[in-house]
């Protein structure tokens, strides 16, 4: 009986030990930085003082938040403001972020497949993906289950031109001009260029915003397919959003997905520098709509249904956007300091924030870039789904051995060897050995 107590006390108090030892892996991660999302986000949404306030509205109490959605985040349309935006609202909300295996993109340019993202048993039941991936709906519809779309685009005319300086296509093709005269050069051409050179982020200096969207560049001087295209965008998106009605967009989106002011509220992401900008004639801007012309008519498309939504939404519309903008020029004032400016070594390309000495704690989650917010929810993933589980295995077995080990020094114990005797059996002698039992 008191070996069966002790192997009892020995249970519990290992049993205690392992729940100790994972309660401390959860609480070490749980206040992290980045991880202080519920108790950062409510004091995100001050009140503005003026009375546009007054028409602010609050649709959690009364419908049920959109959690599932499938943004495709097309290249240089302001998109990664909402990537983030979306990644935070997933992050504050305890979603499953789809993340890529590898990277924080899906590809750039094969067609989007399930297999490309991070899973372990959880195809079908993740709630937001965010990152660059080429649409393809039978494929996403396997990750999420019956999830909303959206997209933003941009004017063709300033998404190439943001394209080609950002990815410095001149300087990957070859063209020997400098300053606004490169993509000027590239545009005497460009389909010399495209057919015929093989450089960095070609995918995206021809039509890239409908080629982001799935249609693929032998098909762009099809009128039929790209027609076809644009009806089917329209059929399957649930909101295409518009870069240069930024925040009306996110007006919109709030109302339609029934979020809070606090879930859209942003700080721009991925500005280019002023010095990395070519200077766009009437002249130029002609040629790229002549060669984008696929993107051109989706751009019109799309930029006459989105004032039909508009007026779908109601009398407030303009107020809501008023109350809106000065809300995040709030947030914005408490958050950054706009007299300096910091410039981390992973891209010199575009203006970083930097935070005032006194910025509220939610500050931090406002300026996380979408890759910082896609390689915590990966690790978060991955922890909860193999690490944390393998190190209760690893727990237990260790457990497992030690008691092992004591019962069987335990049992060992029981016997204390005595005596050796010597017994005549027939013609053999055999040794016996002879054992009392101790008594405890």
Known sequence: ????????????????????????????????????????????????????????????????????????????????????????????????????????????TNSFSHNMVLSFGDMGHFDILTSHARYNRKEMDMVISNPKYITIIRNPVKQLESAYSYYSMAKHIGIQTDGDHELQAFLKQPRYYFDNYDYFMKVQSWNGQIFDLGLEHADHLNQTLVRRKIQQI????????????????????????????????????????????????????????????????????????????????GPNFNKDVLYFKELREEITSRCLDMNSHSNPAYDKRVENHKLKPNAPNYCKNMISGTMQYVNWMKFMYVFHRVLLPLTLVCLGCVFMLFLYRRFRRGNGDQYRLLDLDTTDLGSDKTVVPIYSKQNN
């Open 1 to 108: 009986m008191l070996i069966v107590s002790r192997m009892a006390i020995s249970l519990r108090n290992t049993v205690i030990g392992v729940l100790i030892v994972a309660c401390i892996l959860l609480a070490t991660l749980q206040t992290t930085d980045i991880g202080n999302r519920s108790s950062n986000r409510r004091n995100v949404n001050p009140e503005p003082s003026t009375s546009s306030s007054a028409t602010s509205t609050s649709f959690s109490q009364c419908t049920h938040p959109v959690h599932k959605l499938i943004f495709i985040k097309t290249h240089k349309t302001g998109s990664s403001t909402i990537a983030t935006t979306l990644a935070r609202y997933a992050d504050e909300k305890g979603l499953k972020l789809a993340t890529p295996i590898w990277t924080h993109i899906f590809h750039e």
């Open 234 to 313: 329209d059929a399957e998106f649930d909101l295409v959003m518009i870069n240069e009605y930024f925040d009306e967009s996110l007006v919109l989106l709030r109302k339609q997905f029934y979020w809070d002011w606090e879930d859209i509220v942003y700080i721009s992401k991925g500005v280019r520098k002023t010095t990395l900008r070519h200077k766009i004639t009437p002249e130029l801007a002609a040629k790229i709509q002549q060669w984008n012309s696929a993107d051109v008519q989706l751009y019109d498309h799309f930029n006459r249904t989105f004032w039909g939504k508009v007026a779908q939404y």
